[in-house]
């Protein structure tokens, strides 16, 4: 029974990281500050020329071609939107592009599908909101566990604007330990989703700690990641 | 047929291949990308506006209706002009035509082949790099001149050729609609005054793409009395147009290796807004007399 049980921890643990990570990856967008950012960039897009261009750069993003008047030049820059490969958006904005650049208008489409997306996103966010609470009162208090920890990482993502993956060794050890423990039953099932919750809770807010840090002191930590000391 | 701002000949400022002394007669005054032009805009030199264009083309239409009626215009000639009376349903001034995405691209294709199939009209033989000028002129003109254009014409514009020739169309739009009398020749000044390499290389890779610009450019041409393009490609394209354009002067070039022509028109060849590297000059050459002979 303990093998087996040992079994079913190891693979339900190891199965639950990336399920909650493609959980988080696809709520995310949903968060107030990517609906805002989201808006920005049509406005943005709105109010740049009409005779912009955009093209997309394999491993280098989105790129912007414009007509600087002043100078009477034509210029290539990166766009400097910062677009996050793990949102689930992401495809809006890398696909289909051919290799001539396309017009402005072209762009504005694409930012209009991410923002609707985004909307559709934060109204999945708020439905999971209001389903955790549900089972909070009405199945087990241990699913209110869940809820603190999607507010803590949406909170988190709204101030720093960055996403988390999980997927350290430690995080790992803990899904899988976590699932051996309340496998055992009875008072270990709360011992161990609040244990789990808690472990976890505590990553995302050292990881907010540390990436506030790294804000402030952008160059140290670029060194810190220059030497291998800093992920 | 000297503008007035023509410089002095023995003035530092004259553009080596603005003249020659060989032995073709007449004297070319091309207009360079120096920010000058020697020549003038005039009756049938004159880039058409969007009514001309549409006259211009339902002659050419009728045309070859005519030549179909009387079993003439091969197994693709209905098609062809399907195509030509498709670009003259788009480039109606009328509201629904507005509406059509490809109207800017159909306003292009319609005054390059205007400016090509009426070169014949042209009082001297011009030089290669004159024939790229007029074709951006020729090409945009109707587009100024255009009373309505679609919501993102300018975005289109822009992808097809370049964002500094789009607003430059852009403000030569708006001149034109303040000042009713602005005329092509202050376009072509703006234009003759930047480098517009880009826009041509976008363009002719444009109209040398088959699955886009190269179906109606071909239909346009053969409808329009000229040689179809052959293949593929912005080189094939360039040559096709140099070719036609200036083609009395490119044999007598390229068939007499002592003459003063060819070094003149090798010199604007190499001067082409064109990256070097893209077009080999006795590439060329060959592709020019290859379609000359042909």
């Not at chain 2, 209706?65 to 197994?75: A, S, V």
């Not at chain 2, 403000?171 to 826009?199: C, I, K």
Request: net charge neutral; hydrophobic share 50%; proline share 6%.
């Amino acid at each position: 029974m303990t093998w087996t049980n040992l079994l079913i921890a190891v693979v339900a643990g190891l199965l639950m990281i990336p399920l909650c990570n493609g959980f988080l990856i696809f709520l995310s967008p949903g968060n107030p500050r990517s609906v805002a950012v989201a808006a920005a960039r049509l406005k943005a897009l709105r109010s740049a020329s009409p005779t912009m261009l955009f093209r997309w750069r394999k491993g280098m993003g989105l790129h912007v071609i414009f007509y600087d008047e002043k100078a009477d030049e034509e210029r290539e820059m990166p766009s400097a939107w910062n677009l996050d490969p793990y949102s689930s958006t992401y495809w809006v904005w890398a696909i289909g592009w051919g290799d001539e650049p396309l017009p402005k208008f072209a762009a504005e489409r694409r930012a209009r599908l991410d923002l609707v997306l985004r909307v559709l996103c934060c109204l999945f966010q708020i439905g999971t909101v209001i389903a955790l609470v549900y089972l909070a009162f009405a199945w087990t208090w241990l699913w209110a566990v869940a809820l603190a920890f999607l507010l803590v990482h949406e909170l988190m993502f709204m101030r720093v604007g960055r996403h988390l993956l999980f997927a350290r060794r430690a995080h790992f050890i803990a899904s899988c330990a976590g699932v051996f423990v309340f496998l055992q039953g009875g008072p270990w099932e709360a011992v161990a989703v609040c244990a789990v919750g808690g472990f976890f809770i505590v990553v995302v807010i050292a990881s907010w700690a540390q990436l506030r840090n790294e804000e402030r002191s952008p160059e140290l930590y670029a060194q810190l990641r220059r030497y291998g000391m800093w992920p | 047929m000297a503008s007035d701002d023509r410089p002095d000949e023995d003035s530092g400022d004259v553009q080596f291949h603005n003249r020659f002394d060989g032995p073709v007669d007449a004297v070319v005054q091309a207009g360079t990308f120096n920010g000058r032009i020697d020549f003038h805009f005039q009756a049938e030199r004159a880039p058409l506006d969007l009514y001309a264009l549409r006259l211009w083309i339902d002659r050419i239409a009728r045309d070859h209706r005519l030549r179909l009626d009387r079993g003439g215009g091969g197994p693709e000639g209905p098609g062809r002009l399907a195509d030509v009376e498709a670009v003259l349903g788009g480039i109606n001034d009328s509201p629904k035509a507005r509406t059509r995405q490809d109207m800017v691209p159909r306003l292009i294709i319609g005054g390059v082949v205007a400016y090509l199939g009426r070169a014949g009209h042209a009082p001297r033989t011009p030089l290669p790099e004159q024939v790229l000028l007029d074709l951006i002129v020729f090409g945009m003109w109707p587009i100024v001149t255009a009373r309505k254009l679609p919501e993102h014409w300018q975005g289109q514009l822009s992808m097809l050729t370049s964002p500094r020739l789009a607003a430059l169309v852009a403000r030569a739009r708006e001149a034109h609609r303040s000042d009713g009398e602005a005329a092509a020749e202050d376009f072509a000044r703006r234009v003759a005054d930047r480098d517009f390499a880009p826009a041509m290389i976008n363009l002719f890779d444009y109209l040398g793409d088959p699955r886009r610009g190269g179906a109606l450019l071909a239909s346009m041409a053969v409808v329009g009395g000229l040689e179809q393009p052959s293949g593929r490609g912005a080189r094939k394209v360039l040559t096709w147009v140099v070719g036609i354009a200036g083609g009395a002067a490119v044999v007598e070039a390229v068939l007499d290796p002592d003459s003063r022509l060819r070094g003149l028109i090798e010199a604007a060849i190499a001067d082409l807004p064109v990256d070097p590297f893209v077009l080999d000059l006795s590439e060329l050459f060959a592709d020019i007399m290859e379609g000359l002979e042909g």
